[in-house]
């Protein structure tokens, strides 16, 4: 199949699928939403997570076998790489659009810096559930196990992080709605990115780093970084001396093939399309080299 239609149908069935949020799941999966936060090292859950929680009988077992490597060393390190990759190349001239106020809003820079900090971690961990459930072992932990290889970072939610009520399109403003509206349309997307609804509690914010952003997307120069993007989280996937044991699908084919697609429209675009869109906005605020690093990083001071 056409790879840009499943990740169309991807993106589709996402968007059809209820929003899982933490005070809508059943109880059988509080503990592992509880636990995404914890080994994350975020007060939230993403949308990749609560568009699984649909399929509980395959995100409680695949999280349950993958997430203590999501707390290790080389983990961090490989999202890290990741998010280097992000790095804009040019930034749009955002000198008279007066960000100041809103560049020096707590909250604001916090939860930016709380979803830049973790969206590689997103993209590493979604292209790892497609690998092990749908694509091909020999991609995966193909550098050798070493002890050191898995030490441990210290997990749960940081100490600076933010997490922010996000906006119901159906109760938005007029002002916002527009602007959500063009999210959709350049991205082409059929949902609105929880960041997008999280900061729209700024509209001015929203507006003012999004309309420089929005003549970018498509463009031969975002679409060649997010093809590096990718490239450089299967490698990453290679550098991960994970022991795999099996591949998690479950009974269900047409429901196998739902979460595949899913899974695919995530780590192809929905994810890596927001780290690009993130990284421009850390840029447009606080400077290029700011986009190198994150300060939430485990490895930042070493």
Do not use: C
Request: avoid cysteine; charged fraction near 30%; proline fraction near 7%.
């Amino acid at each position: 199949m056409n790879p840009n239609k499943e990740i169309e149908q991807g993106m589709q069935l996402a968007a059809r699928k209820p929003d899982l949020t933490p005070d809508a799941i059943s109880e059988r999966l509080r503990p592992i939403y509880e636990d995404i936060q914890q080994s994350l090292r975020v007060p939230l859950v993403n949308q990749i997570f609560r568009t699984l929680a649909n399929y509980p009988d395959y995100l409680e077992p695949v999280w349950q076998e993958l997430s203590p490597y999501f707390r290790a060393e080389a983990f961090e390190e490989q999202a890290d790489a990741i998010r280097k990759t992000a790095i804009p190349e040019e930034i749009p001239d955002v000198s008279g659009l007066d960000l100041d106020k809103l560049r020096e809003t707590k909250k604001l820079k916090d939860f930016n810096d709380t979803i830049y900090y973790v969206l590689p971690k997103l993209l590493l961990v979604t292209s790892l559930f497609y690998e092990l459930s749908y694509g091909k072992k020999q991609q995966i932990g193909l550098k050798n196990n070493k002890d050191n290889d898995f030490s441990k970072i210290s997990v749960g939610i940081l100490e600076g992080m933010a997490k922010v009520q996000m906006v119901d399109p159906e109760k938005a403003s007029v002002r916002v709605n527009q602007i959500f509206d063009s999210i959709k349309e350049v991205h082409n997307f059929p949902l609105i990115p929880s960041y997008y609804r999280g900061v729209a509690d700024w509209p001015d914010f929203l507006e003012k780093t999004w309309n420089p952003i929005k003549p970018l997307v498509g463009s031969a120069a975002y679409e060649k970084r997010k093809q590096k993007l990718v490239e450089q989280t299967n490698l990453a996937l290679k550098n991960l001396p994970l022991p795999i044991k099996q591949k998690h699908l479950i009974s269900d084919k047409d429901k196998n093939e739902e979460i595949r697609l899913i899974l695919f429209a995530f780590k192809q675009k929905f994810i890596p399309e927001m780290l690009l869109d993130m990284a421009l906005i850390e840029a447009m605020l606080y400077g290029k080299e700011a986009t190198s690093y994150s300060r939430f990083s485990a490895t930042t001071n070493r």
